[in-house]
């Protein structure tokens, strides 16, 4: 069995794949005061109540985008499950080609998406991930990664516009049912929402255009996915563990 980590800015997406099947997901927040101890327990405690054994683990594969935290859980790792972790890197064998201008500068959760994309949704292909950042990815038809974009995730962007008036209250990310309304907290949940949804839904065009791919496979993911995605009919599919399914991929090719 393979275990997979994602780690990122606020959370850790955890997954195990017995062969192609990925049996267990779990999510813990990215805490980074735990110690590689506190981190241990938790993964013994979410194998316990799985019925899991840490020793079925054959192989562990990571990506990254909290560095602060990535020696911790190596540590963790090295000394739960007698494992040294593959790390997700530049240069590791991916089966697509990655055409960034710097590929140091790809995020290794970025690589593993465009790595799950083409392999199980083919080209040309969008895929966006829904995170503390909301990030876009295109894969042309030749599964070359081709480039994409970044924006401020949707808790980002509404914790800055509370935080930069100061009339304006925090407000819970629950989408109203209309756009128009009566109150001031709902008016900031439906400007946030549905105003990231016309974002969303203008950049996938766009997207399109400068792919010359009206056809495009448009596959979203991510924690906020859900909020977001349904009301984007320009998305084709929610696959809320494409990152981990890439990572195993990832772990395949690169393990021999």
């Known amino acids: 069995m393979i275990l997979a980590l994602d780690i990122g800015n606020s959370n850790i997406k955890v997954a195990v794949f017995n062969g192609d099947k990925m049996i267990n997901y779990w999510r813990v927040s990215t805490n980074y005061k735990y110690t590689c101890d506190e981190f241990g ?7 316990s109540h799985a019925g899991l054994k840490i020793d079925d683990i054959n192989g562990i594969i990571i990506s990254s985008v909290a560095p602060t935290i990535n020696y911790t859980i190596e540590h963790m790792c090295q000394i739960y499950f007698k494992k040294k972790p593959m790390w997700v890197v530049p240069g590791m064998k991916t089966g697509i080609n990655l055409k960034y201008e710097n590929p140091k500068q790809l995020g290794s959760d970025r690589i593993a998406n465009a790595v799950a994309a083409y392999h199980i949704y083919k080209g040309p292909c969008i ?48 989408k ?35 792919m010359k791919s009206p056809d495009a ?3 979203a993911t991510g924690g906020m996915v859900r909020l977001i995605a349904e009301d ?9 563990s494409l990152t981990l399914k890439g990572l195993k991929i990832l772990y395949e090719k690169n393990c021999g």
């Open 176 to 210: 109203p049912k209309k756009v128009i309304n009566k109150t001031t907290t709902t008016n900031l949940q439906s400007g946030t929402i549905y105003g990231y949804i016309g974002q969303v839904s203008y950049l996938i065009d766009k997207f399109k255009a400068e």
């Open 232 to 240: 984007i009919k320009s998305i084709d599919k929610i696959d809320g």
């Open 127 to 174: 895929f966006i991930d829904f995170g503390t950042a909301t990030t876009f990815g295109a894969i042309d038809n030749n599964g070359s990664f081709i480039g994409g974009c970044i924006c401020p995730g949707i808790k980002v962007a509404s914790d800055a516009l509370v935080s930069g008036a100061a009339k304006l209250s925090r407000f819970e990310l629950v």
């Open 217 to 219: 496979f448009v596959v």
């Open 41 to 47: 327990v938790v993964f013994i405690d979410f194998f």
